[in-house]
């Protein structure tokens, strides 16, 4: 994680560059505050994986000799057959669509977009209450 925490704060510093010079030559506030932003963005993202890296062990990214073999095996756990991603997708994406249509779509939206979060947070909970 470390080559990435660096990439992501080299971008930081080119986009803060950018985001300078675009603002004194252009003078145009829209792609100025967007650069910032962006700059903002790799900022938190360079950091939280610097964090990261000091945190945890070094990983196969992060040694020159490594082979691609080395970075092999399991990731971490992943949830089979969930929709609740794709429901949580649905309600966003109508959420922002509601922004461009009309906010009544906004109102309409709102439920599906709160079971999908419901239920992809609370997924593997069910009857745990009841065992106690």
Do not use: C
């Amino acid at each position: 994680m470390k080559a990435q925490g660096r990439m992501f704060n080299w971008l930081a510093l080119f986009l803060l560059i950018v985001a300078v010079v675009y603002g004194v030559w252009s003078k145009e506030p829209v792609g100025t505050t967007a650069l910032a932003l962006s700059f903002g963005l790799s900022v938190m993202i360079g950091y939280y994986l610097a964090f990261t890296a000091r945190r945890t062990d070094t990983g196969a990214q992060d040694n020159k000799d490594a082979d691609v073999a080395d970075d092999a095996g399991e990731l971490g756990f992943f949830s089979p057959y969930s929709w609740h991603p794709l429901s949580l997708g649905l309600g966003a994406a109508f959420v922002f669509m509601g922004v461009a249509f009309g906010w009544w779509l906004v109102f309409y939206s709102i439920p599906l977009l709160l079971i999908g979060l419901f239920g992809w947070v609370f997924e593997y909970y069910h009857g745990e209450a009841q065992n106690q």
